[in-house]
């Protein structure tokens, strides 16, 4: 296979969708469109990315700051699809072999009918290979006029006669080229059309009429090239998305007992016979072990879970890692950097950040449990909080191994509690608690009878 490029259009204003933000970063099942056209591209391995911005185009830039390896050209002002892939000469110079055109509105489009393209388009030689579809609906497509079997022009609907529109081979927008040749072509296309632009279908005439070879790639579900131009299409899409993901699941082993309420991001990872309850929400980046049970309401997000793991419902996890065997919540809060490791338990409207609890050990009630190394088999009783935070700086709090921490009680961190240490319900612990120590702060309890009748008397 010859040197693979990729270009990316991002430079519309996406008008339709009534936002301040480039059309091309609003979230489809979780992640920006452009986000997911990126990451089915790079089953190609290609030699280079180039991203033709325009509208908001550092707002662009900063969106996909994550992405150095990511080439941006300004097209400005935007005339049309020729006009976009021309503004990448210079970014191109020099590069031979084939470059893949994608539009960074297009997100369903899928890894195997890319791979396909390019092998359909290297294998025959062509100077353009074309991905089309044929659609019930073709309004607002190009639409594709052939002569006999081969592809004879693109004709975009404002152009189009009454009989061409009758026509449901529709164009998607995605090509391959033939580098060689390919911006001299694009110098040869005319704004001969409606809107005064220059359309890169038109390419497609000029190579028939040059004697060069130009292939079609018809994609057999219709939905991979739906673009995205309206709230309505980005809802719609997002739909499509999740019922492809969920099925796909579902064939693996994994139980979900309500699809249509289960939101499953395209990367997510769910081992076999695990259960996904209604209302789940699985968020980019998450991996899920075999054998859990994550009931109704979770939401996690970039997150990994062992197998055999209980979440229970209403629970948030974020960034944040929960090891084989343990039970969260409910309505637990798992921030960033938590990690629950084996058999341990975070239940009933507990809150972690930057904490460890190790193996077998719990926190079942109400307790904020923030930059904390909890050891393993430590109690926490309800109502604890490390005190962290002295109003400048984060500070520390170390548990150690089979601790038992009582009810309501307060740690001001910095500080550690030894290994088998207690420390009795309600106690403010200001200082380490060596191994094996017992700390309180509360006073004897002083009972004094007969106290409410005389109050009454007043």
Same mark, same amino acid.
């Given at each position: 296979?010859s040197?693979?490029?990729?270009?990316?259009?991002?430079?519309?204003?996406?008008?339709?969708?009534?936002?301040?933000?480039?059309?091309?970063i609003?979230?489809?099942?979780g992640?920006?469109?452009?986000?997911?056209?990126?990451?089915?591209?790079?089953?190609?391995?290609?030699?280079?990315?180039?991203?033709?911005?325009?509208?908001?185009?550092?707002?662009? *830039?900063?969106?996909?700051?994550?992405?150095? /390896?990511?080439t941006?050209?300004?097209?400005?002002?935007?005339?049309?699809?020729?006009?976009?892939?021309?503004?990448?000469?210079?970014?191109l110079?020099?590069? *031979?072999?084939? #470059?893949?055109?994608?539009?960074?509105?297009?997100?369903?489009?899928?890894?195997e009918?890319?791979?396909r393209?390019?092998?359909?388009?290297?294998?025959?030689?062509?100077?353009a290979?074309?991905?089309?579809a044929?659609?019930?609906?073709?309004?607002?497509?190009?639409?594709?006029?052939?002569?006999?079997?081969?592809?004879?022009?693109?004709v975009?609907?404002?152009?189009?006669?009454?009989?061409?529109? /009758?026509?449901?081979?529709?164009?998607?927008?995605?090509?391959?080229?033939?580098?060689?040749?390919?911006?001299? =072509?694009?110098?040869?296309?005319?704004?001969?059309?409606?809107? *005064?632009?220059?359309y890169?279908?038109?390419?497609?005439?000029?190579?028939?009429?040059?004697?060069?070879?130009?292939?079609?790639?018809?994609?057999?579900?219709?939905?991979?090239?739906?673009?995205i131009?309206?709230?309505a299409e980005?809802?719609?899409?997002?739909?499509?998305m999740?019922?492809?993901?969920?099925?796909?699941?579902?064939?693996?082993?994994?139980?979900?007992?309500?699809? =249509?309420t289960?939101? #499953?991001a395209?990367?997510?990872?769910?081992?076999?016979?695990?259960?996904?309850?209604?209302?789940v929400?699985?968020e980019?980046?998450t991996?899920?072990?075999s054998?859990?049970?994550?009931?109704?309401?979770?939401?996690?997000?970039?997150?990994?879970?062992?197998?055999?793991?209980? #979440?229970l419902?209403?629970?948030?996890?974020?960034?944040?890692?929960?090891?084989?065997?343990a039970?969260?919540?409910?309505?637990?809060?798992?921030?960033a950097?938590s990690?629950?490791r084996?058999?341990?338990?975070?239940?009933?409207?507990?809150?972690?950040?930057?904490?460890?609890?190790?193996?077998?050990?719990k926190?079942?009630?109400?307790?904020?449990?923030?930059?904390?190394?909890? %050891?393993?088999?430590?109690?926490? %009783?309800?109502?604890?909080?490390?005190?962290?935070?002295?109003?400048?700086?984060?500070?520390?709090?170390?548990?150690?191994?089979?601790?038992?921490? %009582?009810?309501?009680?307060?740690?001001?961190?910095?500080?550690?509690?030894?290994?088998g240490?207690?420390?009795?319900?309600?106690?403010?612990?200001?200082?380490?608690?060596?191994?094996g120590?017992?700390?309180?702060s509360?006073?004897?309890?002083?009972?004094?009878e007969?106290?409410?009748?005389?109050?009454?008397?007043?």
């Amino acid at each position: 296979m010859s040197d693979v490029h990729v270009v990316v259009l991002a430079a519309g204003k996406g008008t339709r969708m009534k936002s301040a933000l480039p059309k091309v970063i609003h979230r489809v099942c979780g992640s920006p469109m452009i986000e997911l056209v990126l990451k089915t591209a790079e089953v190609l391995r290609p030699r280079r990315i180039v991203v033709v911005v325009g509208h908001q185009a550092d707002v662009l *830039r900063q969106a996909l700051g994550g992405r150095p /390896e990511l080439t941006f050209v300004v097209q400005e002002p935007q005339l049309g699809t020729a006009h976009a892939l021309l503004t990448t000469e210079a970014a191109l110079s020099g590069a *031979r072999g084939t #470059v893949v055109l994608l539009s960074g509105d297009v997100p369903m489009l899928s890894r195997e009918t890319l791979e396909r393209l390019v092998d359909r388009h290297q294998k025959t030689d062509a100077a353009a290979t074309v991905v089309t579809a044929v659609v019930d609906n073709p309004h607002g497509y190009g639409r594709i006029v052939r002569s006999g079997e081969r592809i004879a022009r693109i004709v975009e609907e404002r152009d189009a006669s009454s009989t061409e529109r /009758e026509i449901h081979e529709i164009n998607s927008g995605i090509y391959a080229f033939a580098l060689d040749g390919l911006f001299d =072509a694009i110098r040869g296309i005319a704004a001969e059309n409606a809107q *005064r632009e220059y359309y890169l279908p038109d390419l497609v005439a000029i190579y028939r009429a040059r004697g060069l070879e130009v292939e079609t790639l018809t994609v057999t579900n219709p939905d991979e090239i739906r673009g995205i131009n309206s709230r309505a299409e980005l809802a719609e899409v997002g739909r499509l998305m999740r019922e492809r993901k969920n099925a796909a699941l579902m064939a693996a082993g994994v139980t979900l007992d309500d699809p =249509a309420t289960t939101y #499953v991001a395209p990367d997510v990872e769910v081992g076999a016979d695990t259960i996904l309850r209604p209302g789940v929400s699985l968020e980019a980046g998450t991996r899920i072990g075999s054998g859990c049970d994550i009931h109704s309401g979770a939401r996690i997000i970039n997150s990994t879970i062992g197998d055999n793991v209980t #979440v229970l419902n209403h629970c948030v996890i974020g960034d944040s890692t929960v090891e084989s065997g343990a039970t969260v919540g409910p309505f637990a809060h798992l921030r960033a950097h938590s990690h629950v490791r084996e058999r341990a338990k975070a239940g009933n409207f507990v809150e972690l950040k930057n904490t460890t609890i190790g193996a077998g050990s719990k926190a079942m009630h109400l307790s904020y449990l923030g930059d904390a190394t909890i %050891g393993e088999a430590v109690n926490i %009783g309800a109502g604890t909080i490390t005190c962290n935070y002295d109003g400048v700086k984060k500070n520390a709090t170390v548990i150690e191994d089979r601790a038992f921490i %009582g009810s309501d009680s307060q740690l001001i961190a910095p500080l550690t509690i030894g290994e088998g240490a207690y420390v009795g319900s309600g106690t403010t612990v200001r200082e380490d608690v060596p191994a094996g120590a017992l700390a309180v702060s509360a006073g004897k309890q002083r009972t004094i009878e007969g106290w409410v009748e005389r109050r009454k008397k007043k």
